[in-house]
């Protein structure tokens, strides 16, 4: 899954955990057309193995998780005839981000600016280090940023606080971030990796079914009433309830052992 000249994105297993890494320090980790393709092929690939629990999303090396989109291909990708190409590359990407049936987990530290924050804000939970700045860049670019990017921040923060980032355009760092609800958690840089690790393997440890059921009925609920798929959402709790890891769990509850959820 690399470009193989600049930039590319890959994906490692540890265990019960999927990681997905934006590799392009050369640049900050900012991504290219050819990365952004490869996002949902990335996606896909860890959510569809039975053995990954929970997808976390990080950036190579130490500077960035990812600074934004690759400025220096603008002029050919994102003018004239290219542009909604573009905005469908990018839209593509994150949609397999935000629909991916396992948790997913943005790892923060650094730049996390432009395209980087409108992947983080797919992700389900984000935790950052001390050092990660935030921001949308938009309107000093003169670009039109998409209404379901900004949709999905103004779940997140609120349509006013959403309004202060994209007319701003300014660099928010980690601490006011997570006061206006951007992230989730901030802890010191050198401990990043370890909270991360720690929520994941916890994540991992619960019944897949059961958070599969509670990700579907959350992403539900940012819809319009009138567009929710209640059915889905009504068999996806029946299908807990009828599962072996539910009768699993009781009984290791009686029992007062860890529960050994299969995902069935």
């Known amino acids: 899954m690399a470009d193989g000249v600049r930039g590319q994105v890959r994906t490692e297993r540890e265990g019960s955990i999927g990681w997905l890494i934006f590799d392009h320090t050369e640049r900050r ?5 050819a ?4 996002i949902p092929r990335a996606i896909a690939d860890l959510d569809g193995d039975p053995e990954i629990r929970v997808i ?13 989109a690759d400025i220096s291909e603008f002029e050919t990708t994102r003018t004239g005839d290219n542009a909604e190409k573009y905005e469908q590359i990018n839209g593509r990407a994150f949609d397999a981000i935000a629909s991916a049936s396992k948790p997913v987990i943005a790892m923060i530290h650094g730049f996390c600016v432009g395209g980087g924050t409108a992947i983080a804000i797919n992700a389900d939970m984000r935790f950052a280090a001390e050092d990660a700045q935030f921001g949308i860049p938009a309107a000093r670019l003169g670009l039109g940023y998409s209404s379901s990017g900004i949709e999905r921040l103004a779940n997140l923060v609120g349509p006013s606080r959403a309004a202060e980032i994209i007319f701003t355009g300014r660099r928010f760092r980690a601490v006011e971030a997570k006061e206006i ?9 050198a401990d990043l990796e370890a909270e991360v690790r720690n929520t994941a393997g916890a994540i991992a440890a619960n019944a897949p079914l059961t958070l599969r059921s509670a990700k579907r ?3 539900a609920l ?3 009433a009138e567009e929710r798929d209640n059915v889905a ?8 309830l ?21 995902g069935n």
Do not use: H, Q
Request: proline letters at 6%.
């Open 29 to 33: 980790n900012a991504i290219t057309v």
């Open 35 to 38: 990365m952004w393709e490869a």
């Open 56 to 68: 976390v999303l990080r950036g190579a090396g130490d500077v960035a998780f990812v600074s934004g």
């Open 181 to 189: 609800g951007l992230i989730n958690s901030v802890v010191p840089k």
């Open 217 to 219: 009925v959350l992403r």
């Open 222 to 224: 940012e819809l319009p």
């Open 233 to 240: 959402v009504s068999d996806s709790i029946r299908v807990c």
């Open 242 to 262: 009828a599962s072996a890891d539910y009768r699993e769990g009781v009984r290791a509850f009686l029992e007062k052992r860890p529960p050994r959820f299969r």
